[in-house]
């Protein structure tokens, strides 16, 4: 496809369950971010990749976050024992290049709801 | 600690006239400052963006202005479009230490007939 995918749309989990995000960058790009972003608020940073290594992942919220993008292409978000409060939208943003943010494709987001 | 912010939360305005959305920020280590535009159940897409080192940049209808002195920015959009209808976010990066945004919490803004 054109553009970055993410699967899948949309997630209802129970509470204390596991769950896998899967982010579908634009082919050839380097760098690849997660975004997690609450109702009503912006998009919060989560962590970066550029290709298969993981430079920053200061805003995992806690340890039960975890991403990994092994290959440098596809990465994954998982979320270990879900609560309540990591209802939210997650949006995946790929990028060619590793300089500016304005060349930055954002995927249509995964929607958790932890019930 | 809401490091760039949007006070106003929604804006109308008539098609034809200008929008005026801004943005203020508290981190002075903030170099190049974004606009995203946001419709419904779609990731935010790239509008226009701005260095410190400008206090203007336009690119056809949009025109964002920086006023480091008072950290603030905002985003005029002439004449507003119908199809401009959406959430605006403002977001903020320092080039410098890392890749990363910081957005603000969106202004929605309605255009309307």
């Known amino acids: 496809g054109a553009g970055v995918s993410q699967s899948p749309r949309y997630k209802v989990a129970k509470r204390g369950q596991d769950v896998a995000l899967r982010c579908d960058p634009i082919s050839g790009h380097v760098s690849l971010f997660w975004y997690q972003q609450a109702l009503g608020q912006g998009p919060e940073f989560l962590t970066y990749f550029q290709n298969e290594a993981q430079l920053d992942k200061s805003g995992l919220p806690s340890d039960r976050f975890f991403a990994e993008r092994p290959e440098g292409s596809v990465s994954t978000l998982k979320i270990q024992r879900t609560q309540q409060e990591d209802s939210a939208v997650y949006l995946c943003a790929s990028s060619i290049r590793t300089a500016t943010n304005e060349k930055l494709f954002f995927g249509s987001g995964t929607q958790l709801s932890v019930l | ?113």
């Open chain 2, 1 to 113: 600690d809401q490091q760039v912010k949007q006070n106003s939360p929604s804006l109308s305005v008539q098609e034809g006239r200008i929008s005026i959305l801004n943005c203020d920020y508290t981190n002075s280590m903030f170099d190049y400052f974004l606009w995203y535009k946001k419709y419904p159940a779609e990731g935010p897409t790239f509008l226009i963006s701005i260095s410190s080192i400008k206090d203007k940049n336009e690119d056809g209808r949009f025109t964002v202005f920086l006023n480091k002195s008072a950290k603030h920015l905002s985003l005029h959009i002439v004449p507003s479009q119908p199809g401009d209808s959406a959430v605006y976010f403002c977001a903020a990066e320092n080039t410098g230490t890392a890749s990363k945004l910081t957005f603000g919490t969106g202004t929605r803004l309605q255009v309307t007939l």
